[in-house]
DNA sequence: CTGAAAGCGCTTACAG
DNA sequence: CTGAAAGCGCTTACAG
């Protein structure tokens, strides 16, 4: 039988009230003695208040859920890295729900989250959704950028980071550019996509159809998707979705016999820590996971605290890093 | 102001004991026109009982802890997503907890967790753990050896996956073998270290601790070692302590001007996604990560629902995967 | 400085 | 078939 406050106001000879107000540091100053009796017994039978009674009144549930769409991808295991980081100090814990990329799920789990009194909610998804504004718990998008909302979002310039990469490899002389994308709309892919579109066409260059590829955001996805593009075309550069879909790419091009930089030019796209230990190490966009949990949770945190006040956006910029998969093209 | 069971009774006219009654489908038959009416008025005012009311009653908070020592590692990530697809199933939800290897992270998440009434709770660390005979939820244990507990441990076969390594590179004829390690005593490291002593000792091969390294279990941990075990001798094979050392080491080889696998062959341990699509891809011994993590979780629920019965322990073979990383020895 | 009592939003004997 | 009342374990005006 788990002890109650009652029997710690019984075992130290006080009302319930005494040791809730001692407890919780309120109220008015209590005599040493009683205080020194109130916690001595709270220690010698580790009495700790019942959460669930505790919370019915203070509504104070220290927990937010997260919704990932996949735990295991590199990118988002690392922005929940940065999630956890700044919500443990505050004692908070984050009940995590991991999507699988099926928009149902995520609706699915918000509801649940909602039912259990989450004091916020986290959504990374790339998904568009519509039920946002049903949502009346505080909550924080990331990486999210279709959706109608003014506050609390938090983007990476996707588009300017991606357009960097383009014109990196056209400026080493390509033309023939492929590029592996995600069907299903993400936001982050579309803005990527839009980014290689628009920087063929600044340089001139004609937008070539089959040089696209489609397929899921892995490395599996990523192997799938290179090995049909390099199947079909002679492309001498590559722009991945991701670093995922990148290291796919590479066995792509292992088994097509082609040498990674000198036949075929590869770049990613987040950086992840794995990317620089590639063979060759990946050219990448750099996109801070860590710390974009990390701010995503702090500002959910304020949110959560002032919830009148407007919560800040912020758009993080990203950074070309050159490494070895990219070179001077080697073939017209 | 949020609806409660007394608005929903009021609404449809009856008392909140039927309201009750009805939403858990208790006690005796309503007519269908109370149900109807009441249902339409749940419905309609999108009523869900309160998280904390409900449970100071109900006590089943459907809620486990989990805590992980890394969420970025590659296999507990997978682990991570084992669990959450059992849990799913059963409309459990995790609160995730990242030790970051530190020991003493562990103990406040455990009081945490034990003070929200989590259902139960996963412990995926490879600390030994004092505490655990205090800890009075059920739990389970992944991945751990050092504990005095007889039931509801999840273990790997890592002695035998080791041995079973260590002996195809002696099969190659290899003779000076290193081993990439992790100082902290971690329960499965010390079983593959000591896998790799017994299985030079079968073989006749004398041991060589300057082939022996320490490092974190990251990649740029096994980075490191595998650089300064490689400055030091003429290993011509290198045991690595998981996969994520393997991809730090395959670094250390390029930039000792090192061919893998001719001039040095690599061994990893865990079978990580990844490791199929490295260049070249890696030798190394499987465990089932998604599946330890999925057993867990229908340990745990087994072990809150009926918590009487003796949870079985369940201990998981490997597989060892012979691919590009390893060849006949090539020097003497 | 301290306590009796009301109340948070539910569920559950119990009575009718 | 249905409701009044007690109780879960807390906190908090309020009164003294």
């Known amino acids: 039988m788990k002890i109650t406050i009652k029997d710690i106001a019984k075992i130290s000879g006080v009302s319930t009230t005494t040791v809730s107000q001692i407890l919780n540091n309120k109220g008015q100053r209590f005599s040493d003695e ?3 009796r109130v916690l001595k017994a709270v220690e010698e039978y580790d009495y700790n208040p019942d959460y669930f009674a505790k919370n019915m009144i203070n509504r104070e549930s220290k927990t937010i859920g997260m919704i990932v769409p996949d735990v295991t991808d590199l990118f988002f295991s690392k922005v929940i890295e940065g999630v956890e980081a700044y919500l443990t100090k505050k004692d908070y814990m984050i009940l995590l729900c991991n999507s699988n990329h099926s928009h149902e799920m995520e609706k699915d789990y918000i509801k649940q989250l909602l039912n259990r009194s989450v004091a916020g909610i986290l959504l990374a998804s790339p998904n568009s959704l519509e039920l946002e504004t049903s949502l009346k718990s505080p909550y924080i998008l990331i990486d999210r950028g279709l959706n109608t ?4 979002n938090l983007l990476v310039k996707e588009y300017d980071g991606s357009y960097e990469s383009v014109q990196y490899l056209i400026n080493l002389g390509h033309r023939k550019i492929g590029m592996l994308t995600n069907e299903s709309g993400y936001y982050e892919m579309s803005e990527r996509y839009e ?7 600044d340089n ?9 590829e489609d397929g899921p955001v892995t490395i599996e996805g990523g192997y799938q998707a290179a090995k049909r593009v390099l199947a079909r075309t002679d492309i001498t550069a590559l722009c991945c979705g991701n670093d995922q879909m990148a290291i796919g790419a590479y066995r792509a091009a292992y088994e097509s016999g082609l040498h990674i930089p000198n036949d075929l030019s590869i770049i990613g796209f987040d950086n992840l820590e794995i990317s620089e230990y590639l063979n ?14 990390y701010t995503a949770a702090s500002y959910l945190f304020q949110s959560i605290n002032q919830p009148e006040a407007k919560v800040p956006n912020k758009t993080f910029g990203t950074k070309f890093i050159v490494r ?9």
Chains 1, 2 share one sequence.
């Open 34 to 36: 009683t205080r020194r």
């Open 149 to 152: 909302r003014t506050e609390g």
């Open 195 to 201: 980014a290689y579109c628009q920087c063929l066409k």
């Open 204 to 212: 001139n260059i004609s937008y070539n159809e089959t040089y696209l």
């Open 280 to 293: 060759p190490p990946l050219t990448t966009v750099a996109q801070p996971a860590f710390e974009i949990g």
């Open 324 to 332: 070895g998969s990219t070179s001077l093209v080697d073939k017209i």
